[in-house]
């Protein structure tokens, strides 16, 4: 084990409570899951980040399986599946069975609806639930994927205790996440950078230290920054339509303020750089 992941302090406010600037009253946990969960369960969502909704896309998750030696022996849940994409790709892709958790109804029930578009409702299930308390037995799948959802959790050590335990002895964990070196600049803290997977993203040795503390030995960890920034250029492009249509009144998006959505994106494009 790493002495430096196990003396890593998590940070309080990680518990299970979310803190959204210095001063200011705590969000509660589940107000947390919910809006994280409306939002990605929304057309806004669908419309700036299409169906894959972490930086990557379906790309990065087929390095992932690779890595992780999935296949058709591979029995996989992949926890806060969002609309099912990747999923639905690792069942057709590689074989695997799959079954998917999402906090958010509506992308659970769009999830297994697409499913049966594809015809892979054999293969792949979804279900609605919270990482921190996984409705499944002990060692009941032989790999988890968790894709950009770690970060959003608030109680980082239920969720990481929760995978070893759902976890058969010897089965992997392929975590793809946002991490954040430094304290962000004051406009990506609050609620909005919760939910832009931000608020309470942390340095890679935080995260390690997490799945260290439940069990987890720590394989192999890579930098894929660049995917990021990609990202951020698709959503300011989907972004900069998104406002010309709702001007014309050819499109609406209930939630989303344009305005305060690109002073976000420009303020996470200048986080980027030094880390
Ligand atoms: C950034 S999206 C990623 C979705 C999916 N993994 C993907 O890459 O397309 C974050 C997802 O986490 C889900 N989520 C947030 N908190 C959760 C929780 N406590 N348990 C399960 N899902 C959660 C949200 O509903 C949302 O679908």
Known sequence: MDAQGHNERVPRHSAGRARLTEGEPQLSGSTVKQCCATFYGSDAARFLLGESFHPGGTQLTHELAQRMGLGSHSRVLDVASGRGTSALYLAATFGCEVVGIDFSEENTRLAQAAAAERGLTGHVTF???????????????????????????????????????????????????????????????????????????????????????????????????????????????????????????????????????????????RAIAPG
């Open 127 to 269: 279900v609605p639930g919270d990482a921190e308390h996984l409705p499944f037995p002990d060692a009941s799948f032989s790999a988890i994927v968790c894709e950009c959802a770690f970060c959003t959790f608030p109680d980082k050590a239920a969720a990481a205790a929760e995978f070893f335990r759902v976890l058969a002895p010897g089965g992997r964990l392929g975590l793809t996440d946002l991490t954040k070196a430094a304290s962000a600049p004051a406009e990506l803290e609050g609620l909005l950078a919760w939910i832009a997977c931000i608020g309470d993203a942390q340095p890679a040795i935080r995260y390690e230290a997490w799945l260290r503390s439940a069990h987890f030995d720590i394989a192999e960890r890579l930098d894929r920054s660049a995917c990021l920034l990609d990202m951020i250029h698709q959503v300011s492009g989907r972004l900069l339509i998104a406002e010309v249509m709702t001007g014309l009144r050819k499109l609406e998006l209930p939630g989303l303020d344009p305005a305060q959505a690109k002073q976000f994106l420009a303020a996470a494009s």
